[in-house]
């Protein structure tokens, strides 16, 4: 597995937010919505996880990990991208597959991390994730257009470790 870019804290030290919270934040069917429309234009898989807590784990490192867990190592033409957020550390991690990584390059992940980062500022998570969703589909639609015979390999849904 290729790419990714970590954002900052987004809280001001010793101030956490329970994981719950944001996913009450987070328009559900937005980002789904989102993920979609992405995943309409293109051969590539798009997915989001919500973790409690990264607490003493390396982020990116937790992320590549839990990227393989739910399968996005296993599409087609290995053009799998995950946002990875941890809810109490208010940190996240976007992570690209070696497919569309080869295509894009470091640069384009730290633009969506930039991006995405600036919504979460401001406590904007649904804008932010649809945002950079569709950053991440125009990206994946240039480089590995859908074809008649493409299907939707993984679901859409945003997956979530255990809620608080």
């Not at 328009?27 to 919500?50: L, M, P």
């Not at 296993?74 to 940190?91: M, N, P, S, W, Y």
């Not at 569709?134 to 015979?149: A, K, M, N, V, Y």
């Amino acid at each position: 597995m290729e790419a990714g870019s970590a954002a900052a804290e987004q809280r001001e030290a010793g101030e956490t937010m329970k994981h719950r919270e944001l996913i009450d934040r987070i328009d559900e069917q937005a980002v789904i919505d989102a993920i979609g429309r992405a995943e309409k234009a293109c051969s590539g898989e798009v997915r989001v996880h919500i973790e409690r807590s990264a607490r003493g784990r390396d982020l990116r490192a937790f992320g590549e990990r839990t990227f393989e867990r739910i399968g996005m190592t296993k599409t087609r033409d290995r053009t799998g991208v995950l946002i990875f957020i941890c809810a109490e550390q208010q940190q996240f991690v976007v992570l690209g597959d070696r497919g569309i990584h080869e295509r894009v390059g470091d640069e384009f992940w730290q633009s969506v991390a930039a991006h995405l980062e600036e919504h979460f500022k401001t406590g904007d998570f649904t804008r932010g994730l649809v945002n950079a969703i569709d950053e991440i589909g125009e990206q994946l639609s240039r480089h590995f257009p859908r074809e008649r015979t493409d299907r939707n390999e993984l679901t859409d849904a945003i997956s979530k470790s255990d809620l608080d």
